[in-house]
């Protein structure tokens, strides 16, 4: 469970939960997250105010920035292939295969 990534809905949940007055050892039981990471969300929104029931939530981006995780924004990935958009185009077109232009650029640019 230590490598597990913390989706921000969990964060917010937590929130909740705590603002109602859970402990964290029920929250822990619940499996949202462990008690030494309660521990550290629950301090840090305490000194940040988010624990007061009359007080709103904050937004999705302040929970995320605070716990240093950035909002669910696209991802844009660029293909390793990409500097060599031009040439598996123009193989593609003279009809080379796939897997035969896949060997060459192994060959060609590791």
């Known amino acids: ?6 989706e921000l809905f969990e964060y917010r949940q937590v929130l909740v939960r705590m ?3 859970d ?10 997250m462990g008690r030494k990471k309660l521990t550290t969300v629950r301090r840090k929104a305490e000194a940040l105010g988010w624990l007061d029931p009359a007080q709103p939530l904050p937004d999705p981006a302040t929970i995320a920035g605070a716990f240093g995780r950035s909002p669910h ?3 844009t990935c660029v293909s390793t292939a990409e500097p060599f958009r ?3 185009r123009d193989w593609a ?7 035969t232009i896949h060997a060459a650029l192994q060959r060609n640019h590791g």
């Open 1 to 6: 469970m230590a490598n597990r990534r913390f």
């Open 19 to 21: 603002r109602h007055g």
């Open 23 to 32: 402990s964290d050892r029920d929250i822990a039981r619940g499996g949202l």
């Open 73 to 75: 924004l696209p991802h």
């Open 86 to 88: 031009e040439q598996i």
């Open 93 to 99: 077109a003279a009809g080379v295969q796939g897997t």
